[in-house]
């Protein structure tokens, strides 16, 4: 059944509402960035760790754990508010695993916060994605690693895009898609195709280097950097893609940075426990319950030693806000063996 054209025309009127109410919101966080040092700007929490794929560049999953308990990312969702974080967005693993993701978004957007979400799309109908829009739903991001699904990733164009299709019919969110170069894709140039699918169905793209187990440097080969430099003249540019940063990673160089982990970017694992980001599981490792305005203010004048051969573009994104203030009095050396994190996890919580 397909919509009549006064429908479509509401639904398209609709669309361009909620896209430039969101557009201000987002414009008024980076002000708000920019004007105090004293917040995070973005986390990534992770409410369900299984996925239901296995990736094999990929090391933030596992095909066993239960979803969090729902009143606990809640009560997690409020932690990120009190700390005046401005964007949340939630990663897994897959966390259109969990069935009640809907309450979360609904959390986030209660404390007047961007919703983000990264999922790997497999799961997406037309009343899923209701449920998402109903939710308040502001970003999603879908990375698709080929054009047909290999030994390396499912996630694939062939598979995901009648997923696409049911995104550009029903989705009020943006959505982004994310093709990647390096880390064993076998077929640079399938990114190029990616990219232009995306474009075509009215999302924007981007383009990621993969980094290796530890989130650091892999240097690309000659196609992959030509078809790096094709698919970022595709894009479209916005506020958020500061990834200057990844022109040394192309040439497999390091970037002098600051990074500001811990401070305007926090990874909150399962277990409830702040980390640098993905690839520095332990650093700090201290739960998110008790993490305070001081964490952040230590954390942010805190110089990490990984940042120079650092891949992951979120933090470098987020950092890029406070590149020209503040130099580090302090530095860690992440990669070391850290404190035991089950040591620092809250006993009380039970997955189920």
């Known amino acids: 059944m397909t919509e009549s054209s006064p429908n479509l025309a509401h639904r398209s009127a609709s669309r361009r509402i909620k896209a430039a109410t969101r557009r201000i919101r987002e414009l008024t966080s980076i002000a708000y960035a920019l004007a105090s040092t004293s917040h995070p700007y973005m986390a990534h929490i992770i409410p369900m760790r299984r996925c239901n794929l296995s990736c094999t560049y990929c090391n933030e999953f596992d095909d066993f754990s239960n979803p969090v ?10 932690d990120l508010a009190r700390l005046g974080t401005s964007v949340i967005t939630i990663s897994g693993g897959e966390p259109l695993l969990n069935l009640e993701l809907e309450q979360i978004i609904a959390r986030i957007r209660h404390h ?36 047909q699904p290999d030994e390396v990733s499912k996630k694939s ?10 995104l550009a019919q029903y989705a009020d969110f943006h959505v982004n898609i994310n093709s990647v170069v390096g880390g064993g ?26 980094h290796d187990g530890d989130g650091q440097l892999k240097p690309l080969g000659e196609e992959e950097r030509r078809i790096y430099y094709e698919v970022k003249a595709l894009g479209k540019r916005g506020y958020s893609r500061f990834n200057h940063f990844q022109e040394a990673i192309v040439h497999g160089k390091p970037n002098e940075w600051r990074c500001r982990a811990g401070a305007r970017y926090l990874y909150v694992c399962e277990n409830g426990l702040v980390h ?29 030693s990984c940042a120079p051969n650092c891949t992951i573009s979120c933090v470098h994104q987020v950092s890029y806000i406070d590149h020209w203030r503040a130099p580090q009095t302090s530095k860690v050396f992440p990669g070391l063996p850290p404190e035991p994190v089950q040591d620092k996890e809250l006993a009380h919580i039970q997955l189920s």
């Open 185 to 210: 894709i076998k077929h640079p140039q399938d990114a190029l195709t990616i990219a232009r699918r995306a474009l075509e169905l009215g999302f924007t793209s981007t383009i990621g280097i993969i």
């Open 69 to 78: 308990p729902t009143p606990e990312m809640l009560r997690r969702i409020d």
């Open 112 to 147: 007047g916060r961007i919703a983000g979400m990264i999922t790997n799309g497999y799961l997406l109908m037309p009343d899923r994605i209701a449920s998402l829009n109903r939710a308040g739903l502001d970003h999603m991001q879908i990375s698709i690693d080929n054009v």
């Open 276 to 304: 640098y980001c993905s690839q520095q599981r332990g650093w700090p490792g201290t739960p998110l319950s008790q993490y305070s305005r001081q964490d952040v203010k230590r954390e942010f004048l805190t110089e990490k």
């Open 157 to 166: 164009l062939k598979v995901l895009d009648k997923k696409l299709q049911m």
